[in-house]
């Protein structure tokens, strides 16, 4: 009865490959969000989905697409991965008005 | 926007002892939320407490209370009876009241729990 899943856990690639990472919350929540941690633990967000809509798009490179089938998925595309691209992405939920923010366990990429 | 700011980057405390974690924001709305996360070496990020801004009385969770100081736009995280477990990066963050899908967190503070 996981809250926030994300897969995979691990994510080994090479530069220029295209890869997915995928989010599923069972919290009924409306929106959802993408964060990027570096290597210094500075959590950065990346985007949010209310409803289906893209409602937080902050200065990501275009690479990086979110896509939502539907309100309890949000899942991440990025295509000509880039050695700068290695982080810990985290996918999160939260009600739309109130409430903090719950993560799912979290991505480590590593772009070799 | 919003800043978060915790200027402690490492902090460390005797286990069974009380410590204290600062936090201060900046915003000019007066209708927002206020949070403490908690992130162990597993990596999984653990909210810990969450405070109201239009609530006076301080938050509390267990051994997990608050400091908030609206006027001093202060939300300090207070750890009594420190356990091993405890030991983790804390991070403080601060939700808009007016736009609620806006978020925004400190560069957090790396706590070491001293058997």
């Known amino acids: 009865d996981t809250a926030v899943s994300q897969t995979p856990k691990y994510l080994v690639t090479q530069m220029g490959n295209d890869k997915s990472i995928k989010c599923e919350q069972n919290l009924g929540h409306d929106t959802m969000y993408w964060y990027k941690q570096d290597s210094k633990k500075f959590l950065k967000i990346m985007f949010s989905?209310?409803?289906?809509?893209?409602?937080i798009n902050e200065t990501v490179p275009n690479r990086f697409s979110p896509k939502s089938p539907d309100k309890a998925h949000l899942n991440l595309h990025i295509n000509s991965l880039e050695l700068g691209d290695s982080a810990v992405y985290f996918c999160a939920s939260s009600r739309s008005e109130t409430g903090g923010q719950y993560f799912g366990p979290g991505t480590r990429l590593t772009v070799t | 926007a919003q800043t978060v700011t915790q200027s402690q980057p490492e902090m460390s405390v005797q286990e069974a002892e009380t410590v204290t974690l600062s936090c201060t924001y900046d915003?000019?709305?007066?209708?927002?939320?206020l949070f403490w996360y908690k992130q162990p070496p597993s990596r999984q990020m653990i909210l810990v407490i969450r405070q109201e801004a239009y609530k006076q009385q301080n938050a509390t969770e267990n051994r997990f209370s608050v400091n908030f100081q609206k006027a001093a736009k202060s939300f300090s995280l207070k750890i009594s009876d420190s356990q091993l477990g405890d030991a983790a990066m804390y991070f403080c963050a601060y939700r808009s009241g007016l736009r609620g899908n806006q978020f925004y967190f400190g560069t957090g503070t790396s706590l070491t729990v001293i058997p």
């Open positions: 989905y209310n409803n289906k809509e893209l409602i």
């Open positions: 915003t000019s709305e007066s209708d927002y939320y």
